[in-house]
């Protein structure tokens, strides 16, 4: 299995996982039915920081584009290997255990070339809806799949119209936020202490139902939002 080849990085092995899930043809049951047999086997691994410790948060239908991520990671992963982040289902707790890690990277960073795209890094777009701030926090999540060399890259993603697949970008779409950098990751990193809880948030509220999101309630996950990322 690609994915286990010691030789190749940790994104790398991510990619080729994911590029198993693409070719062996993973999809919704029916559109926007958010869920599959496969897609259930995402979710389940799925946990969040509650009251101080990684609890498994029992879903199985969503928003399942983080899901599909952490599941890549964790098929992935080696023997010792230490996570980037943890198994999450919501792509803001992803890039809040990546900025808890030292590990996540600005597009501005990208854009200047003071962060060069590696394949594998988890991409994170802005889905949120102009005009509407209870959208601020809707995310989405893929990997870098290639890089052009001139401010252009693919990216290959789950929950991209009901299934995976390869879309085309630019490193200057402004709906583009980050990056997380696998490469700087060290053995002394993924530590429990210190990471958001997020026991007074929905779990609908961090996996909408919808793939431009679906507000559910979210008031409280927005103030814990604003007070984790300060906007």
Same mark, same amino acid.
């Given at each position: 299995?690609?994915?286990?080849?010691?030789?190749?990085?940790?994104?790398?092995? !991510?990619?080729?996982?994911?590029?198993?899930?693409?070719?062996?043809?993973?999809?919704?049951?029916?559109?926007?039915?958010?869920?599959?047999?496969?897609?259930?086997? /995402?979710?389940?691994? !799925?946990?969040?920081?509650?009251?101080?410790?990684?609890?498994?948060?029992? @879903?199985?239908?969503?928003?399942? !584009?983080?899901?599909?991520?952490?599941?890549?990671?964790?098929?992935?992963?080696?023997?010792?290997?230490?996570?980037? #982040?943890? /198994?999450?289902? +919501?792509?803001?707790?992803?890039?809040?255990?990546?900025?808890?890690?030292?590990?996540?990277?600005?597009?501005?960073?990208? =854009?200047?070339?003071?962060?060069?795209?590696?394949?594998? $890094?988890?991409?994170? &777009?802005?889905?949120?809806? *102009?005009? %509407? *701030?209870?959208?601020?926090?809707?995310?989405?999540?893929?990997?870098? /799949?290639?890089?052009? +060399?001139?401010?252009?890259? #693919?990216?290959?993603?789950?929950?991209?119209?009901?299934?995976?697949? @390869?879309?085309?970008?630019?490193?200057? =779409?402004?709906?583009?936020?980050?990056? +997380? %950098? /696998?490469?700087?990751?060290?053995?002394? =990193?993924? =530590?429990?202490?210190?990471?958001? %809880?997020?026991?007074?948030?929905?779990?609908? $509220?961090?996996?909408?139902?919808?793939?431009?999101?679906?507000?559910?309630?979210?008031?409280?996950?927005?103030?814990? &939002? #604003?007070?984790?990322?300060?906007?």
């Amino acid at each position: 299995m690609k994915w286990k080849d010691p030789s190749l990085t940790l994104g790398e092995r !991510c990619v080729a996982f994911s590029e198993q899930e693409l070719a062996n043809g993973v999809k919704e049951d029916s559109p926007s039915s958010f869920t599959s047999p496969r897609i259930k086997e /995402y979710f389940s691994i !799925c946990t969040r920081v509650i009251n101080g410790k990684e609890v498994n948060i029992n @879903i199985s239908v969503g928003n399942w !584009c983080a899901s599909s991520a952490a599941f890549s990671l964790h098929e992935s992963l080696l023997p010792g290997e230490t996570r980037p #982040h943890g /198994y999450r289902v +919501g792509v803001v707790e992803i890039i809040s255990d990546l900025q808890h890690n030292g590990l996540y990277r600005t597009v501005a960073e990208a =854009q200047s070339g003071a962060y060069q795209l590696k394949v594998g $890094d988890p991409i994170f &777009f802005d889905r949120s809806r *102009p005009n %509407d *701030p209870s959208t601020a926090w809707f995310r989405h999540i893929g990997r870098v /799949y290639s890089v052009d +060399g001139n401010g252009g890259f #693919h990216c290959i993603s789950g929950n991209s119209g009901g299934k995976w697949n @390869i879309s085309s970008h630019k490193l200057s =779409q402004v709906n583009l936020l980050g990056f +997380g %950098d /696998y490469s700087a990751l060290s053995m002394t =990193q993924q =530590q429990a202490g210190g990471l958001p %809880d997020w026991s007074h948030v929905n779990i609908l $509220d961090l996996a909408p139902m919808e793939d431009t999101g679906k507000h559910l309630e979210a008031s409280n996950f927005f103030d814990l &939002f #604003h007070s984790v990322f300060g906007k």
